[in-house]
């Protein structure tokens, strides 16, 4: 036992205190177990934990040290506590996307981001709990039970990616991999006070991750601060052979967080702040970063998505299509759960899908079936590919205006378990978030304090050109520095959680 409380230290904390010997990378890892047996229970956002992988990281960094090298000679996250979503493989673990279909399933390969992260000197602390096949807003769909927001254990921590933000918000992981794809980094980010980037669609492998949507899906990191998430980025971005859709990155993210914003053009859409549903703290918290950004020396623009409105149509058209495809693999023959006692083959592929997929999963595979049926595909699933290509168009040319856009990242913040049971109601918490998945671009979930009626972290979303993320990193380290750092009060459970006179300031 260390004793010893290394939560709200960031990646860059961790290796000056490495390098100074302060303490050793098997004392961080102790301490982040320690502090995950204390209250995990409470927050579940851990599927399965892996200490002795963690504690052979970590010697494996103590011993570089020994022999004299540096932290950043060893690698960008040396001695770095992470945590992975549970639809990413590493092998030895389980990889359970939160499913029944697949709680028995131990990974035999490890994933592209995964080995990167580790290979760059992280201490693998576990698998992290997520909505079933990342079909979710909440975490609520996980098959092993929600996760809790640390800020409230009361509300969701957001999803799919919910288990991944509340590590990072808890003080479990120092950072954590996630994947997006309709907003499954960015509003879990957002409710839980914490940085979340979704790269551009590319930049970060998918080989070894289960995939949603296809075309769709991207990995990307947590972290309490824009350093921490840009540093991690550098570690797992850039082609892989295993992905044809990977690219190779020329841009060393992590140098951009101290190139400011002045003279930058920054897209404001008005039309975003006035839409239906959004609740006034997150218009006020939406507009009071636009004002810090324009004190910074930034030119703001007005700028028109005249074909946005139409994505969360296409989204939900195109990511049931695509998820009915990639499910179908779950055939109960070759991997997953299933049930005994099938009359043939025919009644042993439906009682074994019926009993191993949630409500919502196997609600997204019927639609996804209807949608790509003989007579409906040419009604459904062409047009809304036509409004796509309008969309990133949309993108295209209001990036040929501006640097960066600025937006809200959800309608509210953090809602109370079950208070949201309507399907199509939690669909609209991703209304902001969708488009750029849509596009492919690339987007920032940066919290901004805490809002003045909830009480609640809220953040807003700064989204760049496809693959210039090196934008979205400078302005959202540019407007950090005008916010109380929230992730890193790692707030323990039983105590009073701090809060910012006023809400957000």
């Known amino acids: ?155 969701v921590p957001g999803g799919s990616s919910g288990g991944s933000a509340a590590a990072v918000a808890a003080g479990f992981a120092t950072v954590a991999l996630g994947s997006d794809t309709g907003g499954s980094i960015r509003q879990p980010a957002s409710f839980c006070g914490v940085v979340g980037l979704k790269p551009t669609y590319g930049v970060v492998s998918r080989y070894g991750v289960v995939a949603f949507g296809s075309s769709l899906d991207q990995v990307g990191p947590f972290g309490k601060t824009v350093a921490d998430v840009a540093v991690t980025l550098d570690a797992i971005a850039g082609r892989d052979p295993q992905d044809c859709t990977s690219q190779r990155i020329e841009a060393r993210f992590s140098d951009f967080l101290d190139a400011g914003v002045k003279g930058t053009r920054i897209g404001v859409v008005p039309a975003f702040l006035e839409a239906k549903g959004v609740e006034a703290e997150v218009v006020h918290a939406t507009t009071e970063a636009i004002a810090h950004l324009e004190e910074l020396g930034a030119q703001l623009v007005e700028i028109e998505l005249p074909n946005a409105a139409a994505a969360l149509a296409a989204y939900y058209v195109i990511g049931p299509c695509e998820a009915f495809s990639n499910l179908s693999r779950f055939d109960s023959v070759r991997y997953g759960y299933r049930e005994d006692g099938g009359r043939d083959l025919g009644e042993q592929y439906e009682q074994s899908r019926a009993h191993g997929f949630g409500p919502e999963t196997v609600r997204r595979i019927m639609l996804g079936s209807y949608l790509l049926s003989s007579g409906v595909y040419h009604m459904y699933y062409y047009p809304a590919q036509q409004v796509r290509t309008l969309i990133t168009q949309d993108y295209a040319q209001a990036f040929e205006q501006v640097d960066a856009l600025i937006t809200p990242v959800s309608p509210r913040a953090a809602f109370k378990f079950g208070e949201i049971a309507d399907p199509t109601s939690m669909y609209l918490s991703d209304i902001f978030t969708i488009p750029i998945n849509i596009a492919g671009n690339g987007g920032l979930s940066l919290p901004v304090g805490l809002g003045k009626t909830s009480g609640l972290p809220l953040g807003v979303q700064i989204t760049g050109p496809q693959f210039k993320d090196e934008n979205i990193i400078r302005v959202a380290a540019a407007l950090e520095s005008c916010y109380p750092n929230i992730a890193r009060l790692a707030p323990s459970l039983g105590e009073k959680r701090a809060r910012f006179e006023g809400g957000v300031r």
């Open 1 to 155: 036992m260390t004793g010893a409380d290394y939560s709200s230290l960031g990646v860059a904390d961790i290796q000056a205190g490495l390098a100074a010997r302060e303490f050793s990378a098997c004392e961080l890892a102790r301490a982040a177990f320690e502090r995950i047996e204390a209250e995990d229970e409470h927050i579940h956002a851990f599927l399965e934990t892996t200490f002795e992988l963690a504690l052979k990281a970590a010697q494996r960094v103590d011993e570089a040290l020994g022999e004299g090298l540096v932290p950043q000679q060893i690698g960008a996250l040396a001695g770095v506590p992470i945590a992975f979503k549970d639809n990413m493989n590493q092998a030895q673990t389980h990889t359970t996307c939160a499913s029944r279909m697949l709680k028995d399933y131990v990974a035999p390969f490890t994933a592209t981001c995964v080995s990167k992260a580790l290979e760059a000197g992280a201490l693998p602390l576990g698998k992290l709990n997520m909505d079933e096949f990342a079909f979710g807003s909440s975490t609520e769909t996980s098959s092993f039970g929600p996760t809790s927001n640390p800020w409230d254990l009361d509300r």
